[in-house]
């Protein structure tokens, strides 16, 4: 009888010693985004966050977790992996300022079917990036090798971030009334939603991501769409904290149209004006090569919106001001009115409207 060779894990194709070094390479990553109350270290089995040193005494803890979508599956092709980890951060902590919190760590979770160091480095540094351009600490993560889950280069990704907020600061969106001004603040790109829609587009017009724009011949149409999400932590924070904003609203997967009724109490509805504006010259394209309505653009797009704010009519311009020193540009887009609980968005001869 022959004797069996005894199997190892890395012949079941993972590999212990790939993802040491793994840690090894991001462990200068995590220290980079060090802020008070988390030193960022990496190695123990959880991450500690000190509250009190963060300056916090009745704090309330918001947490979101989120991905990127499909818009990997773009990055992936293109090869292109700077971006998607800025784009991880961005989903989860815009979801944590619009309830006025403040970003405190981070978590990450990459999956693959077998481990391209390379690859997972760059992913992380860019989550890194995000992590500093929030203010928050990337204080762990997991990277799992799942041999035969994923498809040759394929991985996933997904976040974890938790928040605080002084209780009489927390943001409910139960203050809006008639006459509130709403605000837009412009987005990068079509940020991390929509992307299925946004690959039918490119398959039913036979576009390729190395095409130049049509206008703007400089750049390609992967550049442009996988231009990372904007994080407006740090230029909306001061406002939030000064009592200067009502509501905010990230405009993420149903578009301007369902995600500002989620910041109105019953009795008013949000009355959207775009009929003067110009839509950004990447979603006219995509609406033009996927025959896209308005309607349905504005329920799945932001449509150059990232975040929209809601402030007090004797508030507005002091706002817009500050948030144009902090490097926005924003754009009053409509008012609160009295009504059923909703949304309306008007346009160049057309009209879209949603109610709950």
């Known amino acids: 009888m022959s004797e069996k060779k005894g199997l190892t894990y890395a012949e079941a194709g993972v590999s212990i010693d790939a993802g040491n070094a793994l840690v090894k390479t991001i462990g200068p990553l995590a220290r980079s985004t060090a802020r008070p109350g988390a030193n960022a270290e990496l190695g123990g089995f959880g991450g500690f966050f000190d509250l009190k040193a963060a300056g916090y005494n009745d704090p309330l803890l918001v947490a979101a977790n989120d991905g990127v979508g499909t818009k990997l599956k773009l990055a992936i092709e293109a090869g292109r992996h700077d971006g998607v980890g800025i784009d991880l951060v961005a989903m989860c902590v815009n979801d944590l300022i619009v309830q006025g919190a403040e970003p405190l760590f981070f978590l990450d979770y990459y999956a ?23 203010g928050c600490a990337l204080i762990g993560g997991e ?3 799942m041999p035969g889950m994923y498809s040759e280069g394929d991985y ?13 600061k927390a943001l ?11 605000i837009g603040l412009a987005s990068s790109g079509v940020h991390s939603n929509g992307f299925s829609l946004v690959r039918r587009i490119i398959e039913r017009n036979g576009w390729k991501l190395s095409d130049p724009l049509p206008y703007d011949a400089g750049r390609t149409l992967g550049e442009a769409l996988l231009e990372p999400t904007r994080i407006y932590v740090k230029s909306v924070l001061p ?29 008013v509805r949000a009355d959207v004006d775009l009929s003067d504006l110009e ?24 449509c150059g919106f990232g975040m929209v704010a809601l402030v007090a009519p004797e508030k507005a311009d002091a706002v817009m001001a500050a948030l144009e020193e902090n490097g926005e540009s924003p754009m009053r887009i409509g008012t ?6 909703g949304c309306t968005v008007e346009g160049e001869g057309w009209s879209a409207s949603h109610d709950g």
């Open 112 to 134: 693959t079917g077998k481990l391209d160091n390379d690859v997972a480095a760059e992913v992380v540094a860019s989550i890194a990036d995000g992590c500093r351009q929030a």
């Open 172 to 182: 409910v969106g139960a203050e809006a009334e008639a006459g509130d001004v709403l």
């Open 239 to 267: 406002l939030v904290r000064a009592g200067h904003i009502k509501a905010l609203a990230h405009i993420t997967g149903g578009g301007l149209l369902e995600n500002l009724p989620r910041i109105l109490p019953d009795g």
């Open 279 to 302: 839509l950004p010259p990447l979603f006219a394209m995509l609406r033009e090569g996927g025959d896209v309505d308005n309607a349905e653009m504005v329920r799945t797009f932001n």
């Open 143 to 145: 990277t799992a090798e």
């Open 336 to 341: 609160i009115e009295k009504g059923q609980r």
């Open 156 to 168: 996933d990704l997904a976040g974890f971030c938790v928040g605080a907020v002084d209780r009489a």
